[in-house]
């Protein structure tokens, strides 16, 4: 009997395989955070506002929904060598729609398509990688979780410098051109389809109406109940109450469907659940502090936009080595070790960045985002893996979408949420700076004196306008230390949401030797 070839020699037997597929992985995991840099210069290019802007970021969750959720109906149908073609097709088309988008209204279309290609993508390529190295399909989630989390901290770098040497379109126009070379490299690299065993059966459309007709009123929900106001709004109510009948009716049609868009029933394993909902709460905490340091850095702070990207590098440096070194030295029995150690880095790093002012130097924003990127990338692989533990094949193959939606979902609305929080935050604080100063008068008489009196000097100045440049110096430093109050606030909500989760995987429980899933990682 022939004896199985070793990981390495297996995947240099399918380079072109690898080629295909690994560039997108990466490009999957870039995508999630690419935007968060160039959306600041978007709305102001755009002529738009943050209210209409947010139907852009909003049209995008629903076609990563889309696409996630349909991805095991149409596999059956086209194959995955095809959904994986289509999906790259998509997220090139929409790439290239963005770039040119005249307005609001087409680029949140041009989004929408990108996003649903993306879900396509990220939720076929596990099982392709899987399909390919059957022997050693462990390595093969190796590969996954180190090209999602890398791409996802590598973004706002990668954003940053496209950004500076050109405009916010060059983003767009970068992944464009990636999608394109990805989409010919896979489609001359990817072996065919084997036939089907079985037709794939009734796709459940209705399953799927009822959750996107939810996630458009999740999407409403967070971005105009604060507009509208929570409590006394006859739209907030109406929303809120057909959101909940919405929910109700896509769980109630997942259990009672014979072929259900989402297999809920998988929640009734303690790994999986367990794993979904970490994930899901690592994820939401991941996107939430990179946003929160992104705005910090290029607004509050007003960084060059090199120096946004640059601070962020030591990250990109320290989640790659843990990644790299999970890979090599993860497995099962040391799994929740490195589980709850990641955890524990991440809430430190967390509480740390609530020590942030508008003085705190870049090196040390640096060195605890260096940290806490290293703590996430402790625990990438292991809340992959716990997922697919104690699972049959054909169980992991139908949860994809799952766990897919549980990465997509929770970063909208722990993101959404933590925006919110800190916007009402950001505004009780001003109205208390401004109290103050209304109470102190004669000190703030005494520093706009010395700020005229230097802008006179150093400017040459007008005294009527170096009283008004005063005036507003003073207006923008108080709106500036309100908005790194709230960032300040936010992170010690996050520190509580980490806690939380460190809690929550120490109930894991031990398997026994003989249960299926994989073995490293």
Not at 57 to 80: D, E, K, P
Not at 223 to 234: D, M, P
Not at 312 to 341: E, I, Q
Not at 346 to 366: C, H, N, P, Y
Request: charged residues 15%; hydrophobic residues 50%; aromatic residues 10%.
């Amino acid at each position: 009997m022939t004896p199985p070839r070793s990981p390495e020699r297996d995947f240099l037997g399918h380079v072109g395989v690898v080629l295909a597929i690994v560039p997108a992985m990466l490009l999957a995991g870039i995508t999630a955070t690419l935007t968060e840099l160039p959306r600041i210069f978007v709305v102001s290019e755009l002529a738009s506002d943050r209210y209409r802007f947010q139907w852009v970021t909003g049209a995008t969750l629903v076609g990563g929904v889309i696409g996630i959720a349909g991805v095991g109906w149409l596999a059956g149908h086209i194959g995955l060598r095809r959904c994986y073609l289509l999906g790259l097709m998509l997220y090139t088309a929409g790439s290239a729609a963005a770039s040119l988008a005249p307005g609001t209204d087409p680029l949140a279309v041009a989004r929408c398509v990108q996003s649903c290609g993306n879900g396509l993508v990220a939720t076929t390529v596990l099982a392709l990688l899987w399909r390919e190295f059957p022997a050693h399909r462990d390595l093969g989630i190796a590969v996954f979780a180190f090209g999602v989390y890398f791409g996802r901290i590598a973004g706002p770098s990668i954003s940053t410098w496209l950004v500076t040497h050109d405009d916010w379109r060059s983003v767009f126009y970068a992944t464009a051109a990636a999608g394109a070379i990805g989409l010919l490299v896979a489609w001359r690299a990817l072996p065919p389809d084997a036939p089907a065993v079985e037709p794939p059966g009734a796709f459940d459309f209705t399953g799927l109406a009822l959750l996107v007709a939810w996630v458009v009123c999740l999407v409403i929900g967070l971005y105009r109940f604060q507009l509208w106001g929570w409590q006394r709004a006859n739209e907030t109510l109406v929303v809120a109450a057909l959101g909940l009948a919405l929910l109700a009716a896509f769980v109630r049609q997942q259990f009672t469907a014979p072929r259900p868009l989402l297999d809920l029933r998988l929640f009734s394993r303690h790994h999986f659940a367990m794993g979904v909902v970490i994930k899901a709460l690592i994820d939401g905490q991941f996107f939430a502090v990179l946003g929160i340091l992104t705005r910090y850095m290029a607004v509050t702070r007003d960084y060059q936009r090199v120096a946004t990207g640059a601070v962020l590098l030591p990250a990109v440096a320290a989640m790659t080595g843990t990644l790299v070194f999970t890979a090599h030295f993860g497995t099962r029995d040391n799994r929740k070790r490195r589980l709850l150690v990641g955890l524990v880095g991440m809430t430190l790093a967390t509480w740390q960045l609530t020590r942030i002012d508008l003085f705190t130097s870049k090196e040390w924003v640096g060195l605890v985002a260096a940290v806490w990127a290293a703590a996430v990338g402790l625990v990438a692989s292991p809340v992959i893996c716990i997922a697919q533990d104690n699972l049959r094949p054909e169980e992991i193959a139908s949860s994809a979408s799952i766990k897919n939606l549980g990465l997509v979902l929770p970063g909208a609305i722990c993101g959404g949420l933590i925006a919110i929080a800190s916007e009402r935050a950001g505004d009780a604080y001003f109205d208390t700076l401004r109290q103050t100063i209304q109470v102190n008068r004669v000190p703030v008489g005494d520093v706009s004196a010395g700020l005229t009196d230097w802008i006179t000097r150093t400017h040459g100045s007008t005294p009527g306008a170096a009283d008004l440049q005063a005036a507003q110096v003073l207006a923008r430093y108080v709106r500036s230390t309100a908005a790194v109050y709230a960032d300040q606030t936010a992170f010690g909500w996050l520190t509580v949401i980490s806690v939380a989760t460190f809690v929550l995987a120490c109930f894991l429980r031990r398997l026994p030797p003989e249960a299926p899933g994989p073995r490293r990682g």
